[in-house]
């Protein structure tokens, strides 16, 4: 079994930052993909960002590239989300996913303006 915690989801004011993590245990995994998605009320759940292992590529999607960085710590089996210059329609459950097979509990994100 493969468990995901999330951390560092919280309140701040629009144009502040937060830094989520993710951290990987379990059975031992290979991993080749880590990543974030979010979901709002009322809508789908939506890519957000992601890093390869190696960390050579890296993706955003476009509401977030400039202000979002994605990063990892292979020896801690642990990704990162700096979020910077936040928004009110930031807001919203974080997750964390590992190979997209693997998938956090969500971790909560709210922007105020």
């Known amino acids: 079994q493969v468990q995901l915690v999330e951390s560092g989801g919280g309140l701040v004011q629009a144009g502040g930052s937060l830094r989520l993590s993710c951290a990987a245990s379990?059975?031992?995994?290979?991993?080749?993909?880590m990543g974030w998605f979010r979901q709002a009320p009322g809508k789908e759940r939506e890519f957000v960002a992601t890093i390869t292992w190696n960390g050579r590529t890296t993706n955003y999607a476009d509401s977030v590239k400039g202000r979002f960085t994605i990063s990892r710590d292979n020896a801690k089996n642990t990704a990162y989300l700096q979020m910077n210059s936040l928004k009110p329609e930031d807001t919203a459950i974080y997750y964390c996913v590992v190979n997209y097979d693997y998938w956090g509990q969500g971790t909560q994100v709210t922007v105020s303006s």
């Open positions: 379990g059975r031992p995994l290979s991993i080749y993909i």
